[in-house]
């Protein structure tokens, strides 16, 4: 019985669709999704199905690509914002799949008892140099080439900007964290890097603003983890800060993984652990 996670499967490819249902069945195995299955519901959909004949149980957050206001059928409205976001987690719940909304789970397998807190947070924008004003970031990271597309499809609604939602979900799930018994060690799943140096980017190095927020940056001592699970930069790594096993999980677009393999080797096993 293990706890193994992965983020980043961009169903849009077909070969990652096709590798997905070629998973190995872990009937034992609890999962972590951390975001950015597909852009599309239809892609998503396929996906729970998947895990849920797959796996005992799964955890999932949604990354910038889920929420991506792509309409479903041409010249039919996109879902978008926080109604968008609902949506998924709708869809998530009808196959049994943990989220955000959901109460946590507490893991009693191998290396004993760890709450598992899949969390929704968002970005600020902070995880920029501090010369850098905010009204200034697009056009910084454009000369390098690193401007997110999340300026074009990631709509905040009803919030007026992603700073404000990103704010709105940090004190909500603060709240809930807070709720965590005294000692009970926790596995935060976030699709963003909890802290900017775990950035590790140098083909898009402007593209930190879009990676997550400074307050969580002490969030693992905060709230007792021992370990992170995180998404989004795919740059599959391990790093330690402050005896805190911070797991950056990706599968990534096909040419940043080896098909060979299959996604099985691709799964990373956060407990027991080492």
Known sequence: MKLRAISDLHLASPSNREALEELQTAPDDWLIVAGDIAERFEHIKFAFEVF??????????????????????????????????????????????????????????????????????????????????????????????????????????????????????????????????????????????????LIHIPRIPRFTPWCGTVRTEDWHQRFNAKVVVSGHLHTRRTDWRDDTRFEEVSLGYPKQWDRRLGIEAYLRDILPGD
């Not at 409205?77 to 009808?94: D, F, I, M, T």
């Not at 969390?119 to 910084?140: E, M």
């Not at 080439?145 to 700073?163: G, H, I, K, M, Q």
């Not at 005294?182 to 799943?189: A, R």
């Open 52 to 197: 849920e004949r797959k796996f005992a149980k799964v955890f999932w957050v949604p990354g910038n690509h889920d929420l991506w206001a792509i309409p479903e059928e041409r010249d039919q409205p996109a879902l978008a914002g926080e109604a968008r976001y609902l949506a998924l987690v709708a869809l998530a719940r009808q196959y049994g799949i943990h989220t955000p909304e959901d109460p946590y789970e507490t893991w009693n397998g191998p290396g004993g008892a760890h709450v598992v807190a899949p969390l929704f947070l968002l970005y600020d924008y902070s995880f920029r140099p501090q010369d850098i004003k905010r009204d200034d970031v697009v056009a910084w990271a454009r000369a390098q080439n690193s401007v997110c597309a999340d300026e074009t499809f990631l709509d905040p609604a009803p919030w007026d900007s992603r700073e404000d939602w990103c704010a709105s979900r940090c004190r909500e799930t603060e709240l809930r964290l807070q709720e965590v018994p005294d000692g009970m060690p926790t596995i935060l799943i976030n699709h963003y890097p909890l802290r900017r140096d």
